[in-house]
């Protein structure tokens, strides 16, 4: 018997995500608890057809995720499947559980750096292969007509839920991969999230210095979001390396997944360049190997990879996009600009910036120089952050597609439409493209001078003015 379909814009291209009622009173079915266990069931069933039968399931810290993931699991057991529980997690503590467990299968209930009242689901059935749109439409067909019944009839082969603790065992893998060859001074700011609960043990057991800056764990996050991506959320930690000398100041987002970097000054880096750092000594290690990157990336990261011997190759934004595209090239690191960092060599190959924090302070302790110093050896350009604009869920792949077919128009042979449209012009380029969790579009700019950065911007935004679903407000953005 067919059942009413959860809302459509729940299931998006390598995730869900959506609204819970409680805090939100107009959300509906999105993310209650009844639809978290029809998930449940579903992606049981996904599991089950794939061979999978057991799933390892984590949650984050914000105040309902324990009671969603509980949710869920039910609707796993339900299906047939066996829940190894790990409690409260980042996300790349789920994906280690995987591996550490042997456990292909996994789901973490997180909001991610989603504002408060926003949850998802992050999920996996072949290790670093999380789910894309083919097995996410898969899944919201199982959740419509309802998984088939277990073999053997009603209550046959039922699952359960076994807890399992892999905390020490992260802790050591981190530790132990991310040992500095001298100490530094690291100011840690995890923004009252998830990582507040592991980032101070693991870089002290890793040899760091640690300056902790809102390490106490707190779902209502009093201090600012944990998202490295804001700016606004990076003003305590420039502050704070400063204050104290440090050699470095490393945030994270809620989940842990997400790495913002400061240099000694307090100076932003952005993860394009800290990928751009790390592919270098990687490079020295793997000759001609693959870097991939997505693209919202500087120009500067082809560039370098190119000139110190590496094939630099651009992908669709999205962890699942490119994690696929790093086992396909078969590359050791691959990264995005919103803070998402892989590291296949001496690690697992998932999205951790616990890890890629400690790897970049490897790479400066070896080299012996500031972090500024090394970056100045790069290729600069002048860079936008990352603007949002408001644009409805419903509406805003329709607007960039057709804001594509004006930018080919006018510029033809110069849009790269692998993920939205990225207009590569003379003095540097810009992208819009549809962001995958939220609804708005986002922006990318950069210019070999600030005057080209600002002709450019002023490019899109008179194309973006003509589109009315499209906010006018440009967030984020510095000017």
């Not at 991610?112 to 067909?141: C, V, Y």
């Not at 892999?166 to 001298?182: I, M, P, Q």
Request: hydrophobic share 40%.
């Amino acid at each position: 018997m067919s059942v009413a379909p959860l809302k459509p814009t729940l299931f998006r291209e390598y995730d869900v995500r959506g609204r819970v009622p409680e805090v939100f009173a107009d959300a509906g079915d999105e993310l209650s608890d009844e639809a978290l266990a029809r998930l449940g069931r579903a992606f049981g069933a996904l599991a089950l057809a794939r061979g999978r039968s057991r799933v390892v399931l984590g949650h984050d810290l914000r105040t309902y995720s324990e009671r969603l993931k509980d949710c869920f699991a039910a609707g796993l057991v339900d299906a047939g499947v066996e829940v190894l529980d790990i409690g409260l997690a980042l996300s790349p503590t789920l994906y280690f559980a995987q591996v550490h467990l042997q456990c292909p299968a996994g789901v973490m209930l997180t909001a991610s750096h989603n504002p408060q009242g926003w949850s998802g689901l992050k999920m996996a059935l072949d290790g670093l292969r999380t789910l894309l749109r083919p097995e996410i439409e898969e899944l919201e067909a199982l959740c419509r007509r309802g998984p088939p019944p277990r073999p053997g009839g009603p209550g046959a082969g039922r699952g359960r839920v076994r807890r399992v603790d892999v905390r020490e065992a992260y802790l050591d893998a981190l530790a132990t991969r991310g040992r500095l060859s001298r100490p530094l001074k690291v100011v840690l700011d995890p923004g009252n999230g998830t990582a507040a609960c592991f980032c101070e043990e693991a870089y002290r057991r890793a040899g760091a210095e640690v300056v902790p800056l809102f390490c106490e764990p707190d779902p209502t996050f009093p201090n600012h979001f944990p998202n490295p991506s804001e700016l606004a959320a990076r003003t305590a930690i420039r502050a704070a390396v400063a204050a104290h000398g440090a050699d470095l100041g490393l945030s994270f987002d809620g989940d842990g997944d997400r790495l913002g970097v400061q240099d000694e000054q307090g100076r932003d880096v952005n993860a394009d360049y800290v990928l751009l750092l790390l592919a270098r000594a990687v490079l020295a290690r793997h000759p001609g190997a693959a870097v991939v990157y997505d693209v919202k990336c500087t120009q500067a990261l082809e560039e370098d990879v190119r000139a110190h011997g590496g094939r630099p190759v651009m992908w669709k934004t999205g962890h699942s996009w490119i994690k696929r595209k790093m086992l396909e090239e078969d590359a050791p690191i691959a990264g995005e600009r919103s803070g998402h960092l892989f590291v296949r060599d001496g690690y697992y190959g998932f999205d951790d910036a616990l890890f890629a924090g400690l790897r970049l302070a490897q790479v400066v302790a070896a080299a012996g120089r500031p972090l500024g110093a090394l970056l100045e050896t790069a290729p600069r350009y002048v860079g936008s952050p990352e603007i949002h604009l408001d644009c409805p869920d419903e509406v805003k792949y329709a607007v960039v597609t057709r804001l594509l077919a004006e930018f080919e128009a006018a510029y033809p042979g110069q849009v790269n439409a692998v993920n939205g449209a990225r207009v590569r012009f003379a003095d540097g380029w810009g992208l819009v493209r549809a962001s995958s969790n939220l609804p708005e579009l986002v922006l990318v700019f950069e210019g070999r001078t600030a005057p080209a950065l600002e002709r450019i911007k002023a490019e899109f935004r008179a194309r973006l003015a003509r589109h009315p679903e499209v906010g006018a407000t440009w967030h984020n953005d510095e000017a």
